[in-house]
């Protein structure tokens, strides 16, 4: 089989895995959509007293579109493989992948992005309700270019964070009891990409120096170039940081699991 | 009746300890679920820096008023995963593997040997210590005299929140005697824990309704504080208490026609 269609069976693997719980998969957006509500009312409740057109930088309307975005994306790149990661090196299940003319990663990888295929698109159907509603009330300035750009930041996010909890993952050889850990590291990285709130509201500094970090890429600039907060230099400054990070994160994860790997012992199997 | 109730007060002491001293077993982990809370803490308390940072006033209460119902919210968050988190989880374990039927046949009441069984010592020590900080601040910034009467009051409310904690949240629990996977069921039951995080005048008036007389949600931490405020008398205190008291008994009887419909799997 050539690796073209080996790639391609995973993929479709992928798909399938992800419409076998497609009744999890909408209750797991209704179950977004309570924080998001919450998050409405509380944001409508500081507007109306503070009587101030922008907080933050924000007006009234930008922030529930930042925070219906940002709510959005965050359920999509979610990654949920990271307990099946620890569970293959802990119970030697990488056994079997480690003999197959394969890598792990490419094995990973190409599933993720099946099993995301179709949330993608459901996703992306949101999205156009959302922007269309958006622009009828004015809260955003529909442009073409902004759109190609938010398409293609999106997959770069969605990279980027598998990239990223893959690297965490590589801890799995090292850690004994490792649940624990993914429900720190998960939880912190969404703070940290503006995932649960804009990041202004930590305050200009801190913006400031999460912009050295590889985390606000995943959530808060794909969302900003859409609602149009990025400036159009900034836009394509920070597609190339993002392109930067992933770089950067697929040397990194090859390295940690390169040096890793030596310490498996593949018990069980 | 006081020979039942001193039997299970007794039996439940030996819950604790016995959960105590298997937590102590395992120390690391004791770590783990410490940091773990802390961490969901963590993520909690940024509404309290956008409460400050916006100067955040609901109802002419400052934001140092909020900090009340933020950590009412807070305490009964560790309390609910102290108490009962771990329970809820694991009934519809006990019915799918059908470990229910060992249960069944001890000589306590099942409802009390399912939910009660556990309680985790290291998840709720962030919530409530961090929770009552936050409370003692408002009620120090508010000038809320702290007399015998406030302080009963409050903890009567409090004991009012935890009863309808436990009803509210079994609920998705008990729904696997009929459904297989109930797991998005609490996941959304946990979504809608969070809109308790801060007084509900800031929902519109349909939500407060439903939250307050068909899923009595914002009695849970709405309640205490306004009774601190002086917003509520001691009467709906009283009918708070007449409330909880109910829907236990409600509860109470939708567990007993769930275990009729139990039929014991494999094992």
Known sequence: MNRHRLYMAVFSMGIQHSMEYRFHFFLGLLGAAFPILVQYFIWTAVYQHSGQTALFSYSYGQIILYTILAGLVSKLIATQFEHQIADDIKNGGLNKYLIKPMSYFGYRLVSFFGQKAIYYGITALLLIAIIWLASARDVLDVQAVRLILFAFTLWGALLLNFLIAYCICASAFYLQEISYFFVITSLLVNILSGGMFPLEIFGESVVKALQYTPFPYTIYFPVNVLSGKTEAAAMYQGLLIQCGWILVFFWLSRLTWRVSMKKYSAVGG | ?267
């Open chain 2, 1 to 267: 009746m006081f020979k039942i109730m001193r039997k299970y007060a007794l039996l439940y002491g030996m819950f604790i300890k016995n959960c105590l001293i298997a937590q102590m077993e395992f120390r690391g982990n004791f770590m783990m679920s410490l940091l773990v809370e802390s961490v969901y803490l963590l993520a909690k308390l940024l509404y309290v820096l956008v409460v400050f940072r916006t100067d955040l006033h609901v109802d002419g209460i400052p934001p140092e008023g909020l900090l009340l119902f933020i950590g009412m919210h807070t305490v009964v968050t560790g309390i609910y995963v102290g108490l009962f988190f771990t329970n809820f989880t694991k009934i519809p374990e006990y019915i799918k593997d059908g470990s229910l039927d060992l249960m069944l046949t001890k000589p306590v009441s099942l409802q009390f040997m399912a939910s009660l069984r556990y309680v985790d010592l290291a998840l709720p020590i962030p919530d409530i210590l961090v929770g009552f900080v936050m409370v003692g601040i408002g009620w120090h910034a508010m000038d809320i005299p702290l007399t015998f009467l406030q302080l009963m009051g409050f903890f009567l409310l409090l004991l009012v929140s935890v009863v309808i904690t436990y009803c509210l949240m079994i609920i998705p629990a008990l729904l696997s005697f009929w459904f297989v996977q109930t797991g998005s069921v609490s996941e959304i039951a946990h979504s809608v824990w969070d809109a308790n995080n801060f007084p509900m005048a800031i929902y519109p008036a349909w939500v407060r309704r439903i939250g307050t007389f068909v899923i009595p949600l914002f009695l849970i931490t709405n309640f205490g504080p306004m009774f601190l405020l002086g917003q509520l008398s001691w009467l709906y205190a009283g009918l708070a208490l007449a409330g909880s008291l109910l829907l236990f008994t409600a509860v109470r009887l939708l567990w007993k026609q769930a275990v009729k419909g139990y039929s014991s799997a494999s094992s």
